[in-house]
């Protein structure tokens, strides 16, 4: 992890106190010194480059954080878990020689497709966002590696066959990035994925790599977040669902409902053997009737729900009721198990 905080001057270096002062809080001052919360990670990333001399070699060099940021945003357009004052990136960043790029780049989005295909999301938009030329003040680096970094972007996309919208003027001040929006499941875009192409910051931390003439020279950086805000990613996944969380993400995925106290202790069994298997279970051990039981296990949204009673811990089985197909009837508590087993490893999105 990289430090919270860091000199404000490696902020101006960087060129966000230029290009980026809106979204940042104001500098702090420790001990005579000026200190800036971090809005991005990518300087820690730089210094990390930077520690060494790195040979051609070693390239790629791709590092990669859950690192926390903090953007100054009014507070008329916080909205719950979806735009907060701090959040968590899911960040990388890729040094790189000019000749891997765009092989660098398809992999980032080959990898956020597969993401998105895992959690369920197969609806979206994406985006070349590029800079807007009669705002050439707005962002740092000369025209000419604009154009040159766009191609590359563009070149990309259409090796891979991906239909993508230009957005004019939504680039990052230092280079041109692919956008994935995904639509949740009431027809709402979320920025998600983000692919950025930096020919500017390596120019500006002045990176380099030893190539195979024996010559410094500069590498470019490739931003990636796949997540975009893990916290945002999570209200998007609960809206998706409604709560209803497919079994793989469910946090709990089995609800263990004993009729009476007389049959606690197979109920207990029937939780540990899940949880044994490295199934989240949990015992519903509350002096409560069954119909209340159930019925909190159904507001919460967890996928199954096992009944024991004394006929269930005489055979060694679990009444099996499932949130929205109701009840399944009785199972051998293995089968039952492995089913399950199965059902989560295959991170089968059925709700
Ligand atoms: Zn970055």
Not at 286 to 308: H, T
């Amino acid at each position: 992890y990289t430090p919270h905080i860091m000199r404000l001057d490696l902020w101006k270096t960087s060129g966000h106190t230029n290009f980026y002062k809106e979204s940042m809080f104001g500098a702090i001052e420790v001990e005579k010194a000026d200190y800036q919360l971090k809005p991005m990670n990518c300087p820690g990333h730089i210094l990390i480059y930077k520690s060494k001399l790195r040979s051609y070699r070693d390239l790629p060099i791709r590092l990669a954080e859950l690192g926390t940021v903090y953007r100054y945003e009014r507070s008329g357009v916080l909205h719950g878990l979806m735009r907060v004052r701090g959040f968590t990136q899911d960040d990388a960043h890729i040094f790189c020689t000019p000749a891997q790029i765009e092989s660098e780049v398809e992999a980032c989005v080959d990898f956020a497709f597969a993401v998105m295909k895992n959690f369920g999301f197969d609806n979206y938009e994406v985006e070349l966002s590029v800079w807007d030329a009669r705002h050439a003040e707005n962002y740092a680096g000369k025209p000419e590696d604009w154009d040159r970094a766009t191609a590359a972007l563009a070149n990309t996309m259409a090796r891979m066959k991906i239909p993508y919208k230009k957005m004019e003027g939504e680039a990052a001040f230092y280079g041109p990035k692919i956008d994935i929006k995904l639509i949740d499941a009431i027809g709402r875009p979320w920025q998600l994925t983000t692919v950025q192409f930096d020919f500017n910051l390596p120019a500006r931390f002045g990176l380099e790599y030893v190539g195979e003439d024996g010559a410094r020279h500069q590498p470019l950086m490739v931003h990636r977040a796949l997540l975009g805000s893990v916290e945002r990613f999570f209200g998007i996944l609960i809206e998706h669902y409604a709560g209803a969380f497919p079994a793989w993400l469910a946090p709990v995925q089995a609800e263990v409902c004993p009729v009476s106290e007389k049959v606690l202790d197979y109920a207990r069994h029937v939780t540990d053997t899940l949880k044994r298997r490295g199934l989240r279970a949990h015992l519903d051990d509350r002096n409560e009737k069954l119909p209340a039981k159930i019925r909190d296990a159904q507001i919460q949204k967890i996928p199954y729900m096992l009944v024991v009673g004394g006929k269930e811990a005489e055979a060694g089985t679990v009444s099996v009721r499932h949130r929205s197909k109701g009840d399944l009837g009785p199972k051998p508590l293995a089968e039952f198990v492995d089913s399950l087993q199965k059902e989560v490893e295959s991170r089968s999105i059925s709700v």
